[in-house]
C-alpha cells in the first residue's frame, strides 16, 4: 500500500481493500458478501440507471488517541435511508443489516482509518439502487444495497477556515414537495450546473433559496445552513431540505452549552442580522460562512474573515465527541470492534 498523506486528504474517492454488497429478491436481502472489486454487473435497463431510483448516505468514523474506532451515529444515518428509500419505492435495508454491512467494512478497511491528530475520518457510503429491469416508469423489485469506504480530509478545501457562497434565483435543487428532503442521487444532478456557476465565480458553493417564493433559506450545496445571533443558533425548517444529523446534534450541542435554537423558516434578508452563520454536515463537519452574494442585486452579507466564537465552540465540541476527546454525553458514537 502506497504511504497516504493523511494530513494532506482531500474529500476525494480512495481505493481500499474491500466493499459489501447485499441483494434484495423475492422480498428478502441476502446475506452480505465482501468484494475487493470497484466495480459491479448491472442490467442494461436497471431503474437506477433510468429512472434515479438511487439512495445514498453519508457517515464517518474516526480513531480516537485510545485507538479505537468511533462511528458517529449510524442509526440517524439508518433510518435516513430507509426513509429516503420508501420516498422512491425502494426496498430499505433494514437496521440490522446497515450496521453489519457499515461495521464489518470498516474492519476490513482498518489501516485506511485515519490517524488520531490528522483531520481526516473514514467517510463511509452506503448505497441502495433499483437493479431490476424497467423500460415503462415503475418501480423495481431487486434492489442492490452496497457499502464503500474512503479515506477523506475536509470537504470544502479551507477546512474550518470561513468560505463564501453565493444565492441565485435561476436554479433550483428541490420542490417544495419533491424528493428533497430524501437523500437521492436527483437532487445532486439537479444541484450541478448552479454548483459548477458558483465555482466559476469564486465561490465555494449556492446557497439556495426555497424554490416557491425564493425568499427563505433552504441548505448550502451538501450541507444544511445555520446562523447565530443573541446568543440563538438558528436553522431553517423546510420540507425540501435534506434532515441534516449534524445540524440535529448541533441543535442539541448549542442547547447543552446554554444557547437558545429556533428552527424555523429563515427569510433570506435576516442574513443581515446574524452574527455568524455556518455549513453543517457530515463532509462538512461546520464550514463557516464569511460572505454570501445575491447575485440578483449583487448585495453580499458579511460574517467577517474568521470564525465565530459559537461556531468555533460548536466544531470544537462537536470533533472532541466525534475523535472520543470529549465525554460523549449523548451516546453518538459507537466503537467498531
Ligand atoms: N444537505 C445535503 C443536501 C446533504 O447532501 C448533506 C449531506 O449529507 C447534508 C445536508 C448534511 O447532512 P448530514 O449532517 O446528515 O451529513
Ligand atoms: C455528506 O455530508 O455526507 C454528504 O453526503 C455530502 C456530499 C458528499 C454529497
Redesign the pocket.
Known amino acids: 500500500m502506497e504511504t497516504i498523506n493523511w494530513k494532506e486528504l482531500p474529500f476525494a474517492y480512495y481505493k481500499t481493500d474491500c466493499n459489501s454488497r447485499s441483494y434484495w429478491k423475492n422480498g428478502a436481502w441476502s446475506e452480505p458478501e465482501f468484494s475487493d472489486s470497484e466495480y459491479m454487473p448491472i442490467h442494461i435497463a436497471a431503474t437506477s440507471l433510468h429512472y434515479g431510483q438511487e439512495v445514498f448516505e453519508?457517515l464517518k468514523a474516526f480513531i480516537g488517541k485510545d485507538g479505537k474506532i468511533r462511528v458517529f451515529r449510524w442509526e440517524e444515518?439508518a433510518k435516513?435511508m430507509q426513509d429516503s428509500c420508501s420516498g422512491i419505492m425502494m426496498a430499505a435495508p433494514t437496521t440490522e443489516l446497515f450496521k453489519e454491512m457499515v461495521f464489518e467494512t470498516i474492519l476490513r478497511n482498518k489501516k485506511f482509518v485515519p490517524p488520531y491528530g490528522t483531520g481526516a475520518s473514514l467517510y463511509i457510503r452506503p448505497l441502495t439502487i433499483g437493479t431490476g429491469a424497467r423500460v415503462g416508469v415503475r418501480p423495481s423489485d431487486e434492489f442492490m444495497f452496497l457499502v464503500f469506504v474512503s479515506p477523506v480530509g475536509p470537504y470544502f478545501k479551507e477546512g474550518f477556515s470561513p468560505v463564501s457562497f453565493m444565492v441565485t434565483r435561476d436554479y433550483d435543487r428541490a420542490a417544495p414537495k419533491g424528493t428533497g428532503r430524501y437523500?437521492v442521487g436527483g437532487?445532486y444532478a439537479a444541484s450541478l450546473s448552479s454548483m459548477h456557476l458558483a465555482h466559476e465565480k469564486g465561490f465555494a458553493n449556492v446557497l439556495y433559496l426555497d424554490a416557491k417564493e425564493k425568499k427563505y433559506i433552504d441548505?448550502c450545496?451538501?450541507?444544511?445552513f445555520f446562523g447565530i445571533k443573541n446568543n440563538t443558533y438558528i436553522t431553517p425548517k423546510s420540507e425540501s431540505?435534506?434532515p441534516?444529523?449534524?445540524?440535529k446534534s448541533l441543535v442539541q450541542l448549542a442547547e447543552y452549552l446554554g444557547m437558545k435554537t429556533e428552527i424555523r423558516p429563515v427569510l433570506l434578508e435576516e442574513l443581515d442580522t446574524f452574527e455568524e452563520a455556518g455549513a453543517?454536515?457530515?463532509?462538512a463537519v461546520i464550514s463557516p460562512i464569511k460572505r454570501i452574494f445575491d447575485d440578483s442585486n449583487g448585495k453580499i452579507y458579511n460574517f467577517g474573515d474568521t470564525a465565530g466564537p459559537l461556531s468555533t465552540k460548536l466544531y470544537n465540541m462537536l470533533r472532541d465527541i466525534q475523535n472520543g476527546d470529549a465525554e460523549d454525553v449523548f451516546g453518538w458514537n459507537t466503537i467498531v470492534e
Not at 221 to 224: D, E, K, M, R, S
Open positions: 453519508g444515518n435516513r437523500k437532487n441548505e450545496g451538501p450541507a444544511n431540505i435534506l441534516s444529523i449534524t445540524n453543517c454536515g457530515t463532509a
